[in-house]
């Protein structure tokens, strides 16, 4: 099979990718290594930034989402028993959207599937060769057999444990672990509260987030090597009622857990995102802490990023846009990573933190709850940034 860009990994990235370039003319074949419900069930992301959904909406993607999503326009702060809301709209003029990434991932599937290109499943890239020639090769496999798909250019889309960054040698890797993980949970029960909670507490955080009018999620920081048998469904419940606590008016309705895992929270980036002719994107060139809620809309950046350098490209051999693609995207990729980064250090209670440590992540928690322009800086990041130029 030869095709003009080889995309793998169907997540977000890679799906939304095939759709930008198939508007431009571009022929794509995206490889996905699991299977279609697999990937339909995935429970992981909630929060969309503005800029993403005008996107999804500029290229035909947001009819379902415009139907069903939630429209947030601030979020709450509990710590010491009280919360604090910080009105992210009238602070930094954007509001944000709760749907749920497997809502969109279904949406993007379908889009693709009605093209009639090629979307191949339990088709799991082997090896990415030739990313320093003018005609890489993706090796994978499909049906029990292996096979060649010839292409002018390899999109890495296959996530943090895809095949594709390691055959991008002499990268460099930053990376930073965190002391704590989140226990995640979709219960079948209408959200407590209107917007999300994320609440610093002695014991750790909890963040009370949603996905619709009748289904809530839920996260509680838990060590990194803790069993998932360790946490019933009774403890998470009483643990979420400890630690989302407050002097005043607010009662957690509980309901079935219908999903329940656990996720080490990381910061990675691999500089440059790219390899002769291959392009890393979303979470295979970067990762970060959820708190920020940023990865999937990092993610879409990168594809819009690489879908017009590409266009370019295509069009008329204008190479501009492909070799200034890793400086655009890692920009906001390090804004973005020391947001994500500067939140998850306020919100959490590092297991061997001096008292000194909590009292500095108070100090800060009171300011941005009382200072307009320290808000206003908060609000600025957690709605998203403008996409950069080039980006669409
Ligand atoms: P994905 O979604 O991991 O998709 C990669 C795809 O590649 C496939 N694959 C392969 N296919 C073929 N051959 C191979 N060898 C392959 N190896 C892998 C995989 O099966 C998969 O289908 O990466 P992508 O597209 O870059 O998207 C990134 C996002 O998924 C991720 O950043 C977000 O989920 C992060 N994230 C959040 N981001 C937000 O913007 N807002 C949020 O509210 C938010 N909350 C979260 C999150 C991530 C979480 N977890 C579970 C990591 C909450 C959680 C708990
Ligand atoms: C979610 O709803 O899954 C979610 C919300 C906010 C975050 C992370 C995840 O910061």
């Known amino acids: 099979m030869r095709t003009q860009v080889a995309i793998v990994g169907a997540g977000p990235a890679g799906l939304l990718l095939a759709h930008l370039l198939a508007l431009r003319g571009i022929d794509s074949v995206v490889l996905e290594r699991h299977t279609r419900a697999h990937i339909e069930a995935r429970i992981r992301a909630g929060v969309l930034e503005q800029g993403t959904v005008d996107l999804l909406t500029k290229v035909g993607l947001a009819d379902r989402l415009h139907a069903e999503r939630l429209i947030h326009h601030g979020l709450e702060l509990l710590f010491d028993g009280v919360g604090h809301r910080v009105p992210l709209t009238e602070l930094a003029g954007r ?70 960054r390691a055959a991008a040698s002499g990268l460099t890797v930053y990376e ?30 909890a963040l009370h987030s949603m996905r619709s009018p009748a289904v809530t999620r839920l996260y509680l920081q838990v060590r990194p090597d803790e069993p998932l048998s360790e946490w019933p469904d009774s403890r998470v419940w009483t643990e979420l009622r400890t630690r989302l ?35 890393l994107t979303g979470d295979a060139a970067h990762i970060v802490p959820a708190t920020g809620a940023k990865g999937l809309n990092l993610a879409v950046v990168d594809v819009a990023v690489l879908a017009s350098a590409l266009g370019r490209w295509f069009a008329d051999g204008d190479p501009a846009g492909l070799e200034s693609y890793s400086d655009t995207c890692l920009s906001r990729v390090w804004r973005v990573q020391h947001f994500s980064w500067w939140m998850t250090s306020m919100l959490h209670r590092a297991p061997d ?35 950069p130029e080039g980006a669409s």
């Open 245 to 279: 606590d407050r002097t005043a008016g607010f009662e957690l309705a509980d309901g079935p857990i219908v999903d329940k895992a656990i996720t080490a929270l990381r910061s990675f980036v691999v500089e440059p995102m790219r390899r002769g002719r291959l392009f």
């Open 176 to 205: 930073h672990e965190y002391p704590y993980a989140w226990l995640g949970v979709l219960a079948e029960v209408a959200p407590s509260s209107e917007e999300l909670i994320y609440a610093s507490h002695d014991r750790g955080f």
């Open 353 to 387: 933190a001096d008292p000194f440590t909590r009292r500095l992540r108070l100090a800060q928690l009171r300011y941005l709850t009382s200072s307009t322009a320290a808000a206003t800086s908060f609000a600025e990041n957690y709605v998203g940034l403008p996409f």
């Open 95 to 164: 509001e944000l959207t709760i749907y749920g990434q497997h809502e969109l991932v279904k949406d993007l599937v379908a889009a693709r599937l009605d093209t009639g290109r090629p979307l191949l499943f339990e088709a799991p890239a082997v090896a990415v060769e030739g990313v320093d020639t003018d005609s890489p090769v993706v090796r994978y496999v499909h049906n029990g057999r292996t096979e060649e798909l010839r292409c002018d250019v390899v999109a890495g889309c296959d996530g943090f444990h895809g095949v594709s």
